[in-house]
């Protein structure tokens, strides 16, 4: 019996450390993924601002302001999609988080629904022109 007990020990503790093992590799694969995440999300947007300045100071303003535009509907795009997919309660203290979120999303998005209505989206795509309505609508 005392044999049994010794590998049964030996046999919780090699799963413990398996598992210890596994959740150390995931919690350092997902934090290196998000890194290289961050970094390609910078990496575009140093980008985009380099080429929309390069267009303003070679004195291209229309191209500027096309790249900008895009830039926004993405933006617009973007920040619809995360609000549908996005928990309605994200945080620990769900009433305290949504009043805090709502409040900054308000306050950002109301001056982007504002500046949508008074310059309307440039692009064609009449079904992306419906989806950045409908984001905006709530911030009007």
Do not use: C
Request: positive net charge; glycine residues 6%; without cysteine.
């Amino acid at each position: 019996m005392q044999i049994n007990f010794k590998w049964f020990m030996v046999s919780i503790a090699l799963l413990m450390a398996t598992a210890g093992s596994f959740l150390v590799g995931t919690y350092i694969g997902v934090h290196e993924y998000i890194k290289h995440d961050g970094a390609l999300a910078a990496e575009s947007k140093a980008f985009g601002a380099a080429v929309v300045l390069d267009a303003y100071r070679s004195g291209d303003t229309n191209s500027a302001i096309r790249r900008l535009e895009a830039d926004l509907d993405s933006a617009i795009v973007e920040f619809g999609v995360a609000k549908k997919e996005r928990p309605i309660f994200p945080h620990f203290i769900p009433g305290i988080a949504l009043i805090i979120e709502k409040g900054r999303d308000r306050k950002l998005m109301k001056f982007v629904a504002q500046y949508r209505k008074q310059y309307p989206s440039p692009t064609e795509d009449e079904s992306l022109r419906k989806f950045m309505a409908n984001t905006l609508n709530p911030f009007e």
